[in-house]
Each structure stands twice: as structure tokens, then as C-alpha cells.
């Protein structure tokens, strides 16, 4: 297997392909994307802060000083093309490997040839690795002594986070280069480029671009070039073959490509960057910005599922009792999307979304938990009070347990309390003045102020003024027998 970026040398006539070609009596040109691959660095479209005059990549470059490094960038941003013009710059013996079907066996043996090189006071070794997220925490960890030695310059290309996809060990030996998603400014002005180059693109045979054509291409193409390109060609190609003049339009662009395939990876940076953009939206109560990014991730193919899980979350962790509906609402969503599927799921998330996102916002309740959890983690296992425990046993009842409880919806209990004794008097549960959360916080305002400190002998195991028949708060007629043996008792 040939691992050279740069395919066989055109004098290797034991390829297949190109003899095969050769037999028909006819060469087959490589396709556009290929043929306009920037041959410099001044040639490159798009990311400027990299390679622009004068910035730190493009001295290294030119200076043929380059590091290990990780290029990360969406698909079609230039990472191939900016590995070929370093290896171009650096002299050095250049391989490169793709990670989906290269594993160990092959890396040994660049690593075996490298060494061999190195002894013999040969060039050295830039190793190219293409989608080096595709490799497991092994296969990278291969690599760490060599890169250590010098033995070899690394050069892995990823569309995937490094943070994530790259073991730690690997990653803090390589420098992490990030390339911007290419604009549809960048991607015409790569397509004018093919258009007029009558060596390598489709300058001088007469092709007829209609207005508006390029511009449509470059939007189709999402920010990758080789999709731009590609287009491009498929595009001349219909043209040609439908006669003479051969015309381009927007028309036979988006007749050429059927559908504009979203890019999204359910286990990458777009999966997590579209459903955050649409969970901040709902949060901000914009539900034009939700419906976009919610239509994002459907079209793309998202689990709709997945989405309507996060809405569940989101209705009770930013709204909460704010709206008390809203939760009903998601749960119920959730459980139509289930049973209904796509694609009529896209109209029970809309509605869900739209709800949600001009609901009122509060994050009381998990501001509340939070509060509470520090104290539960801080104090650790304090007693429940007596008057608020369970007492199914006449051992129990003799103990104190439940003694002094008042069960309110028969009796007023506005002075009895019901946090451990360290803690009296804390607050966790502060309302909102949203929505209907304000009302909520009357009624709690309410029941604080009704709350007063509770009697000398509340809850206390040595008083006798319970009776059998004192309440609990399982059984407000304070028959135990109903609740069976202690071992079966269950507060739940």
C-alpha cells in the first residue's frame, strides 16, 4: 500500500487504475478539487490568520522549522493542502497515512523506515495522519516516543476537538492549529479561480456562468471547498452533455446536488455547539433563534429524541414554576415524539419550543437544590427531628418518634418546623418574580411569617404528651397496624 500523499510517481505504471486507463487508450483527469489544490501558500483561500504575510505558521512554514502539529478544521477548510505545502517546504520524506484504514502494523513500519533513514543521515520523517481522531488511545500513544526523539514531525489532521479525540499525552506533545470554516465569499473566489484556469480547471471551453450561479454554489457548498468544486464540476459536466452553449445557472446547481446535506456528527463539536445554540435560545426567549437552530439539528438527521430530552431538562433547571405548565408540556412532547417518530415529530418539537421559549424563565429550583445539597454535604447525617419521624412500632411510639407532630390539613401547624435542629431557620426555596413563580413566593412568604418558633417540648423523646392515638405523617389516624411490621415500613 502506497502511503504517500501524492499518490504514485506518474512514471509507475504498475497502478492499476492507471493502467487500466492506459489500456483504453484514453487518461482520465483527476478531479477539479484535486487539480486546484493551492500549489503556495499565496494561492491558499481563507484562513489568513495562519498563513497571511507575516503570521507566525507562514514564517515557520517558510523558514522549514515546523513543529508537530494537530490542524483542526471543519471538512474542505484546507488541512490536506496546508500539510502538502509544509512537507513541500520542509524537504522532508514525506508519508501519510489515513487513520480509518491504517492501524499499528503500518506505523511500525514508517517508524522502522524513518530510523533506518536517520542512520544513514537521510532526510527526516514528516508523517501525515488524516482523521487522526479515528485512532485509538494505543495507536496514539505509538507515537509519543518518536515524536519525543525527533525521529519523526507529526502532522495529524482532525475535524473533531482535539480536547476530546486526542489523548492528553499526544496532545500536549503537538501544537494545535485551528482553521476557520471557509466563507461563500472564499468558496467563489475558488470557483472564479477554476473558471478561468485553462491548465488545470475549466477555463477556454466556452462554459456560460449565468449571474447568481457562483453565488448559489458557494451557499450549497457549506464552507467546503471541495464540495464548492465538486459542484462545480458536476454542474459543467450536466452542461456539456445538454448541448451547446454549455450553461451554468443557480438553477442546475441546486438540480445538480438534490439536497444540501447539513453537516452534523452526532458524536462531535456540532452536535454539542447546535444543541447548546438551541437550549441558550429557548433560555433567552428568543423562539426565532430556537426554531432555526432546532430545524438544524432535525434536518441534519439529530435524534429527535435526544432534542426533546434537553427540552425536558431545560422546562424544569430555567423555567420551573415560573410556569408550572411548562414541564407538562415537554414531558408530554417527549412522549408524542416517542410514540409518533419523524416526521411529524419537527411540528410536536416546534410547538414545544415555541412554548418554552416565550415562557417565563426561573432557575430557582435549581438554584434551591444547590443550596440545599451544600448544607446536606456539609452537616452530613443530621437526625430528623422526633416529631417528624415515622412510628409504626409501640417501641417507637415510646421512644418519642412522632411525637408532637400536627398533621395541618386536620389542625393548624403554622408552628411547626421541619428541618434538623442545626439548621432552623434556613431558607434554600427563594421565588422568582416570574410569571407565576410570584405568586408562589407570596404563599411562601406567607407560611415563613406564620412559622414561629416551636414549643419547649416539640419533638422532644422525655415528654409524654403523645398519645397512641398522636398522628405521624403516614397515617394522620395514627393507626400503625395499617402500616404493618417496621420491616416493612417504607417512607416512600
Not at 78 to 86: H, S, V
Amino acid at each position: 500500500m502506497s502511503m504517500d500523499l501524492f499518490g504514485p510517481d506518474p512514471g509507475d505504471e504498475t497502478s492499476e487504475p492507471r493502467a487500466a486507463r492506459a489500456q483504453a487508450g484514453r487518461t482520465l483527469p483527476s478531479p477539479l478539487a484535486d487539480r486546484m489544490r493551492p500549489r503556495t501558500l499565496d494561492e491558499m483561500v481563507g484562513q489568513e490568520h495562519l498563513v497571511g504575510p507575516g503570521r507566525p505558521l507562514r514564517l515557520a512554514i517558510e523558514a522549514g522549522e515546523i513543529p508537530s502539529l494537530v490542524l483542526w478544521g471543519p471538512p474542505g477548510s484546507g488541512k490536506t493542502t496546508l500539510a502538502r505545502l509544509i512537507a513541500q517546504s520542509t524537504r522532508s520524506h514525506f508519508v501519510a497515512y489515513s487513520a480509518v484504514t491504517s492501524g499499528v502494523a503500518e506505523i511500525r513500519k514508517v517508524i522502522a523506515a524513518a530510523r533506518t533513514s536517520q542512520r544513514a543521515g537521510g532526510r527526516g520523517t514528516l508523517l501525515f495522519i488524516d482523521e487522526i481522531h479515528r485512532f485509538n488511545k494505543a495507536q496514539q500513544d505509538a507515537f509519543l516516543p518518536h515524536i519525543e526523539s525527533g525521529l519523526i514531525t507529526l502532522i495529524g489532521a482532525t475535524t473533531e476537538n482535539p480536547s476530546f479525540e486526542v489523548n492528553s499525552a499526544l496532545l500536549s506533545r503537538l501544537q494545535v492549529v485551528v482553521l476557520e470554516r471557509l466563507t461563500p465569499a472564499d468558496i467563489e473566489r475558488l470557483l472564479e479561480r477554476a473558471l478561468a484556469d485553462s491548465e488545470r480547471g475549466l477555463g477556454g471551453r466556452g462554459l456560460v456562468v449565468e449571474d447568481g450561479a457562483l453565488a448559489a454554489m458557494s451557499a450549497l457548498a457549506d464552507g467546503d471547498a471541495r464540495a464548492g468544486l465538486n459542484l462545480l464540476e458536476g454542474c459543467a459536466t450536466v452542461a456539456f452533455r445538454r448541448g451547446r452553449p454549455p450553461v451554468v445557472s443557480a438553477r442546475l446547481a441546486e438540480e445538480v446536488l438534490q439536497h444540501k446535506a447539513l453537516r452534523h456528527d452526532r458524536a462531535g463539536d456540532q452536535h454539542y455547539d447546535l444543541i447548546s445554540a438551541l437550549i441558550k435560545s429557548v433560555r433567552g426567549s428568543d423562539p426565532d433563534a430556537s426554531l432555526y437552530w432546532l430545524a438544524r439539528l432535525l434536518e441534519a438527521g439529530e435524534d429527535p429524541l435526544f432534542v426533546a430530552r434537553r427540552l425536558v431538562i431545560l422546562a424544569a433547571e430555567d423555567i420551573g414554576n415560573a410556569d408550572p405548565a411548562a414541564l407538562g408540556i415537554a414531558v408530554s412532547a417527549f412522549q408524542a415524539v416517542h410514540m409518533i417518530g419523524m416526521p411529524e415529530a419537527r411540528l410536536i418539537l416546534s410547538q414545544a419550543t415555541t412554548y418554552l421559549a416565550t415562557a417565563p424563565k426561573s432557575n430557582a429550583a435549581l438554584r434551591s437544590y444547590e443550596a440545599a445539597r451544600e448544607d446536606a454535604v456539609v452537616h452530613g447525617g443530621l437526625p430528623v427531628p422526633f416529631h417528624l419521624r415515622n412510628a409504626p412500632t409501640p417501641l417507637m411510639k415510646q421512644l418519642g418518634y412522632g411525637r408532637g407532630y400536627r398533621y395541618p390539613p386536620a389542625e393548624e401547624a403554622a408552628d411547626q418546623t421541619h428541618l434538623p435542629e442545626a439548621l432552623r431557620g434556613q431558607r434554600y426555596y427563594e421565588p422568582s418574580a416570574a410569571g407565576f413563580e410570584a405568586e408562589i413566593g407570596r404563599r411562601v412568604d406567607a407560611a415563613r411569617r406564620r412559622r414561629k418558633a416551636p414549643d419547649k417540648g416539640e419533638g422532644s423523646p422525655g415528654e409524654n404528651s403523645a398519645t397512641e392515638d398522636s398522628p405521624s405523617e403516614d397515617s394522620p389516624s395514627g393507626d400503625s397496624a395499617s402500616r404493618g411490621s417496621a420491616s416493612e415500613d417504607s417512607d416512600e
